[in-house]
């Protein structure tokens, strides 16, 4: 019978014992930052691709074709591998360690974040994609008679009607950005679940341990719910959209509720 | 009548020339030769079947819609291209666009930005492609709202606005940018039949004094408010004239079918 060492688990579970652990503290942060950083430039990466996918430039098509085809097609954890190591080697970009306002930002921290914004921007590019193409074309054809440019009127008019349809999607992508963080353990980049580890190598409680980092990214994606349902339930009242799911069903994971088939009316 | 309109409009500068325009979606030939002047302060209202071309021919005015051949000008400028070494070239984004401010266009679906009240789309583009200051274009807008007779609406989004409404605040938004222009297309036939007759009024009201192209099968503001009627079918202008004429005693066959089908 296996001995569960309580002890262990409350020490790097609970605040503020698991905060003395510089390790965790700094871990907790980078995961953070580095997921809103990465999630933001996948935003930028993604939107860029959708509209060179929409461009009547065949180039700017082409490009963000194959950028897409390339990162969605293949593993993540490759193309992290390949941006800090494989870029390492060929000396293009070494990834040094920056000095930013007196704090470190490591070599695999900046290549880990890029690999990420890069790969999330592939598939950030068919939701804002899905998001333009939603909105009827009637309302480009009225901002381009009003004298708006194609950019102009993307900005304006075209944009901010589609962020109601990418707002939801958007949410989903950043509740699983912050989990994949954790594939910077790779590369050692000092996130969370590498403090975890490095812990684990100390004290080797690999079950104890686990058990609170996966606690850790529970209390993560369960706040951010709760953040999303506030800022889709936001948008829905301005706007008269309907109601987005329950705060409940999706920290359950559970989609808007249904009627259910021959209820009748 | 016919000598009485004619004359009255002969001295006025041209702000329309359409000249031979042709316009093929793939092999279908939809505009056949098209050639139309309008003049200041006229009002030409385009009739005919559905299919005849008319919308299209609406929206190459302001190249919403490219022309395959013959010239489109407006102001005296061709509209979307301009002639490098005798050859017509398509012309900038940026020109076309500031060529598009110039000419209001109201749509059939009425295209109100939903995100924005009925005060913002009216100002949208006077703030941001006029670069007019924000007190000004309010003062405007206001203005508008009152012409159209919407005053109270002005903080109202599209959705909260019935369809006649709505096409109001279209119209008030297309004059915020002063244009020389108007182009409507089918401004009514999305309405219920209730709220035809606002929308009309406002169009009649502004007739006196803009130059318009409409494309509408309204008889009553055709006889009311227009200057000269052209009857399109199948790609071309069958027929041209007078509402008295065109409607009273029409010369082509076509334009006898067309109206005793929609008179009836």
Not at chain 2, 181 to 193: G, K
Request: hydrophobic share 45%; proline share 5%; aromatic share 8%.
């Amino acid at each position: 019978m296996y001995h569960f060492d309580w002890d262990v688990f409350w020490k790097y579970l609970w605040p503020p014992s698991a905060f003395d652990d510089p390790m965790i503290r700094t871990g907790l942060m980078v995961t953070i930052v580095v997921s809103i950083i990465a999630q933001f430039l996948g935003v930028l990466f993604g939107l860029f691709a959708a509209l060179g996918k929409m461009s009547k430039f065949a180039p700017f098509r082409i490009i963000a074709d194959v950028y897409i085809w390339y990162f969605r097609g293949t593993p993540l954890l490759v193309q992290m591998m390949l941006l800090f190591f494989g870029l390492g080697v060929t000396h293009v970009y070494d990834f040094p360690d920056i000095v930013f306002e007196g704090i470190k930002i490591s070599g695999a921290i900046q290549a880990g974040t890029l690999a990420l914004a890069i790969n999330e921007g592939a598939y950030m590019a068919e939701i804002v994609r899905a998001g333009i193409e939603a909105i009827d074309p009637g309302q480009m054809e009225a901002a381009k008679s009003l004298g708006m440019t194609f950019g102009l009127a993307m900005q304006r008019i075209i944009l901010p009607q589609a962020a109601k349809v990418i707002v939801p999607p958007l949410g989903n992508e950043f509740n699983n950005m912050m989990k994949t963080t954790t594939l910077l353990v790779i590369i050692s980049a000092s996130e969370l679940f590498y403090a975890f580890e490095q812990i684990n190598a100390r004290v080797f409680k690999p079950f104890e341990l686990f058990i609170a980092a996966s606690l850790y990214y529970l209390a993560m994606t369960t706040i951010w719910s709760i953040i999303q349902s506030r800022i889709e339930a936001g948008l829905g009242e301005r706007k008269g959209m309907e109601k987005p799911p329950s705060m409940l069903d999706r920290i359950l994971g559970m989609g808007p509720r249904r009627e259910p088939i021959g209820s009748g009316h | 009548m016919e000598l009485a309109s004619s004359s009255l409009t002969n001295d006025k500068p041209i702000i329309v020339q359409a000249d031979k325009v042709n316009k093929y979606f793939g092999s279908l030939h939809v505009l056949k030769n098209v050639t139309l002047t309008v003049r200041q302060n006229e009002t030409v209202i385009v009739i005919g079947p559905s299919g005849s071309g008319k919308s299209t021919f609406l929206r190459c005015i302001n190249h919403l819609e490219k022309i395959n051949s013959g010239t489109i000008r407006v102001n005296d400028r061709l509209i979307g291209y301009h002639e490098r070494n005798g050859k017509l070239v398509e012309d900038t984004e940026k020109n076309i666009s500031r060529q598009r401010a110039e000419i209001g266009m109201v749509f059939q679906r009425f295209n109100l930005f939903p995100h924005l009240t009925a005060l913002e789309n009216i100002i949208e583009a006077p703030v941001h492609v006029r670069k007019t200051p924000v007190d000004a274009a309010i003062a405007d807008g206001e203005r508008l709202l009152a012409r159209v007779g919407l005053v109270d609406k002005r903080d109202k989004y599209p959705a909260q606005l019935s369809g006649g409404q709505q096409q109001r605040v279209a119209i008030a938004r297309a004059l915020a940018m002063k244009p020389s222009l108007m182009l409507f297309d089918e401004p009514t036939s999305a309405l219920d039949p209730e709220m035809i007759g606002e929308v009309l009024d406002v169009m009649k009201e502004l007739a006196r004094q803009m130059t318009m192209v409409v494309v509408s099968h309204e008889m009553g503001f055709a006889t009311a408010a227009a200057n000269r009627i052209a009857f399109m079918a199948d790609g071309a202008i069958i027929e041209e004239g007078s509402p008295d004429q065109v409607f009273g005693n029409p010369h082509e066959e076509r334009t006898k079918q067309f109206l005793s089908k929609i008179l009836h």
